[in-house]
Structures are given as C-alpha cells and as structure tokens.
C-alpha cells in the first residue's frame, strides 16, 4: 500500500461540494484508509481526479442522492398548498450531475427517469375513474379528468421546476438537454424512460423560452466582449477568421442579432446574420470577403435587399424549440423600422449534404451500371473526353477530392448535371414527405421560397465539400409567408421559382431514377 508522507486538499461532492478537508499522512499511516475515514468517501476527489467510484459504490450513491432531491408529489389535494423543497437540493442536484464522467450520466438519467417518474398504478387507476365518470355530471368528469392529469406530471417534473429558478438553474437544464439528445442519438440509451424524459424536458424549455420571453438584441462593435467573442465561437456556416472579421460582419451594411433570455444572461441563443446589399447576392464571398472600410457611412439608396447568410443555434439542449423563424420575423420588422423601402429579403444558404447524397448516387450507379443514367449521351462522351476515364467513376472520386474545379472544362462540363441534380435534391428527395435537406425545410417551413440555385456560389473548401460549391436563395416574399408556410406544413407542397422548376424538369427529363 502505498504511503503518504505529505498533506493535500481532497475535495469531495455530493453535500459538501463546495468544502474542503486536509488529509494529513504520516509514517506508518496508510493513504487508502486515511481517504476511507473521510466524509463521503466514495465522492474523494484528488485535485479534481477521481480517486475511487467502484460501480457499486456509485450506483448507491447515485440512488441517495435522487431518493435525498426527488420529492415525492404531492397529493392532488395539497398541490397549491405544499411548500417548496429547499433551494438546497436543487444545488445538490446540479452539483452531483455534474461531478459525474460522461459515461455515468446515462445511468444516472435512467435512474431519475425510471424510478421517479411518473406513477404507473395510479394512472391506472385514475383512468378507471375517469370511464366511471363519464355516466355523471360534466363537473365530476372534468375533475376525473383533471386528477388524471395531474397524476400523469412525473416525479422528476417537481425537481426540474424547482431547479429552473436557482441562480444558473435554466442553463443546466439546457445543458441536461444536450446530454438527453447526446444519448438518444448515440444509442447510448434507448430506454422509453428516457425517450419520455426527452419529451418532458422538450416541453419545458418550449414554454420558458417562447417568443414573448426573449429579447432582441442587435449586436454591434460596443457590445460587451464577451458576447462578440462567443458569436465569434458559435459561428458555424462561416467561420470567423480573427477580431477585424467580426468587426466587419457587425460593421457597415452588415447587421447581427441574437436572442438572449433573461434566465440566461449574456449567453446568445441563436445568432442572425444580414448583409444589406443592392440586390439579393448570389456569391458567398462577396459578403464574407467583401467589406466596406469600417469606417463607411451607409448611403440608404444602396441598401435595396437584406441577405440573411448565416443563422446558428448556440445551444444544443434548444433543439426543437423553435426560435430561428421567429428571430428571422423580428429581424425584418426591425430591418422595416430602420430602412422603409426595404423590400427584398432572402437567404444565401448553404446545402449541407448533396454532395454525400450524390456521391451514393454515383455508387449506386457505379454497380447498376448505365441502366438508370443520370447524365445524356452527350455529357457523358464530354466527360469521358475530358477525364479520359469512365464518367460515373471518375465523377465519383474527383467529386471526394474537390478536384474537378481546377478544370475549366470539367467545370462547364458538370455545370448544368451538377445544377439539375441539385434542384432535385433540394426539391424532390423527401423525409416523410418534407424536403430532406434540413436547411431548406427550415426555410420553406418558415414560408420562403425556394428562389434561386447559384453556381459556384461558394468556392471554399468547406463549400466545395458539402454542395460542389453551389448555394441557394430562399427568398421570402412577405405577403406570401403566412400561406406558403401553411400550405408547406399541411400538403407539403413546397413553392418554388421557375428556374427550380425548370431545372427539376431537366432532371425528370434525362434522369430514369
């Protein structure tokens, strides 16, 4: 056994998180049984490293904890009249989630949500109450009703309300979110109780974080630092490159938003940027790389169309929780405010996923050989004769590598396969009847319209790798959102431009698939 001849600090958690006790070992004192005598021994940490948590040990503890936090309902009699449990549990709850690895926390979420959820037998026999009620008077039902209701609200419910009101209590739920969705896509986890968990903590966030609660902020290059450098870090379509970047993008004819909550202050929820161009831009790089001097004065007859380029969700744990419309909405009213005569607003969006999908087509074809052709006669002798290879396989692997672009032949050569094929993509490849690609259900669903395929419309690597370099407008026409977007939710016709069209029909047309 090893022996300790010096004193350290051992932090542990669980009560006493914030405290601290001196382990002294001397000569002939074992360091193992001076660790065992301490205060909740199985929680020691040794500088922040756990020193010991056997799986029996933790599973315990685990079930103190929740049995110590988790209050049981209250009856449905003194619903309105229990006092609230102490602010305490709700911090040792925080405190103990977070003191766990990350390949703990799934059991631990099992536990919380499968033993303190909701109880079982009395919904059974509420129910049965409720079909006995349904022979009486509407206020006997509806007071059946009501109590069922009531019963069906899980244990765990209780705990995260309370939690949601300490100091940082909201953005850990939002983090607990992540770790729920984290585990559900993973597989880690494929417990119904956690699926019903999931749902419990959807609705929740939902009702806190409704339009009516958040709050519009423009950001500029006043703002507090730490709020542009976390834009900074959050941004994921077009990454910022230092601080004279982001000085641009919240600098003339640019615009930024976000959404903040009160419940989690200086912390963007999602992050809106505009450029203000005199037309609807069909170049990504002329709005990333393309600035005024920071110093320029806006000349309001140059300002003919707000271009929104990129749009992120900071927080994991939101997902779900629609706030991306509603910022676009806000955006325009206030953009409407500042410039009256605006009336072209659209997005220069990314198409992340086409190039995978075409890439599995090309495989597919690959193997079928020439039966289902996704290129004419014609395109396909072209790029034989430029590539001097089979045309699906020597698409395929130039397609993986970005090479295709350095040729000016190949690129005018695949211009209009690559432009049909991605028209379909975006308007033909479906998801239970919605667009497959993510981004432009988001967009249709808010009522745009699918407007303009652009070419070569982003030639950076990244742009290359997602799209073959093209981007898309979605342009919203404001008058036509409402329907559009009614229309999109309940039919799932999607309202697109003749160009779209036109470029579907040519896919129709040359493709057997």
């Known amino acids: 056994m090893l022996l300790l001849g010096f004193v350290r600090t051992v932090c542990y958690n669980a009560r006493n998180w914030r405290k601290r006790v001196s382990v002294t070992c001397i000569n002939n004192f074992r360091g193992w049984e001076c660790l065992q005598q301490a205060p909740n021994y199985p929680y020691l940490y040794f500088r922040k490293q756990r020193l010991c948590f056997s799986s029996t040990s933790s599973v315990k503890n685990m079930e103190e904890i929740l049995t110590r936090t988790v209050d049981s309902l209250p009856t449905y009699e003194t619903r309105d009249k229990s006092p609230p449990p102490p602010e305490s549990s709700s911090l040792e709850f925080i405190q103990f989630y977070r003191s766990l690895d990350k390949s703990q926390r799934p059991e631990f979420l099992f536990k919380l949500s499968s033993d303190f959820g909701v109880d079982h037998k009395c919904v059974a026999e509420l129910c049965a109450n409720v079909m006995d009620s349904q022979k ?47 585990i559900l896509a993973s597989k880690t986890s494929d417990s119904p109780h956690i699926r019903d968990l999931n749902g419990t903590l959807k609705s929740m966030l939902s009702e806190w974080f409704s339009v009516g609660l958040l709050s519009l902020e423009r950001v500029t290059w006043k703002s507090p630092c730490e709020l542009l450098q976390k834009i900074s870090q959050y941004e994921a379509v077009h990454p910022v490159r230092n601080w004279t970047d982001i000085k641009r993008r919240v600098g003339p004819y640019r615009r930024c938003y976000v959404f903040t909550h009160g419940a989690m202050p200086g912390e963007p929820l999602v992050v809106l940027h505009v450029a203000l161009k005199e037309e609807i831009s069909d170049n990504i790089q002329t709005i990333v790389r393309g600035f005024s001097s920071l110093d320029a004065v806006e000349d309001i007859n140059k300002v003919n169309a707000a271009v929104f380029y990129s749009i992120s969700s900071t927080q994991p744990g939101l997902q779900g929780v629609e706030l991306g419309n509603y910022l676009i909405k806000r955006v325009v009213r206030e953009l409407q405010g500042e410039f009256p005569h605006l009336n072209q607003f659209s997005s220069l969006s990314p198409i992340p996923g086409f190039t995978n999908w075409l890439l599995g087509l090309l495989n597919e074809q690959r193997k079928e050989g020439p039966s289902n052709r996704i ?29 295709w672009v350095s040729s000016g032949h190949l690129v005018k050569a695949l211009e209009p396969v690559l432009m049909r094929l991605c028209a379909w993509y975006l308007y033909g490849e479906k998801h239970r009847g919605y667009a497959l690609n993510p981004v432009a259900n988001f967009h249709l669903q808010n009522g745009a319209t699918m407007w303009r395929l652009n070419w070569q419309a982003d030639t950076s690597p990244r742009g290359l790798s997602a799209s073959c370099g093209m981007m898309v407008n979605y342009r919203y026409f404001l008058q036509d959102t409402s329907a559009n977007s009614g229309r999109y939710l309940k039919t799932k016709d999607i309202e697109a431009s003749d160009q779209i069209r036109n470029l579907v029909l040519q896919f129709q047309k040359a493709s057997k698939l």
């Open 136 to 182: 009486r008077d509407i206020s006997t039902v509806l007071q059946a009703e009501d109590r069922l209701r009531y019963c069906l609200t899980p244990r765990y419910k209780v705990l995260l309300n309370h939690i949601s009101r300490v100091e940082g209590g909201v953005k850990f739920l939002v983090d607990l979110k992540a770790d729920v969705i984290e």
């Open 375 to 403: 290129l004419s006669d014609m395109e396909f002798r072209d790029i034989e004769e430029i590539t001097g290879g089979q045309a699906y396989e020597t698409m395929r692997k130039l397609l993986s590598t970005n090479e």
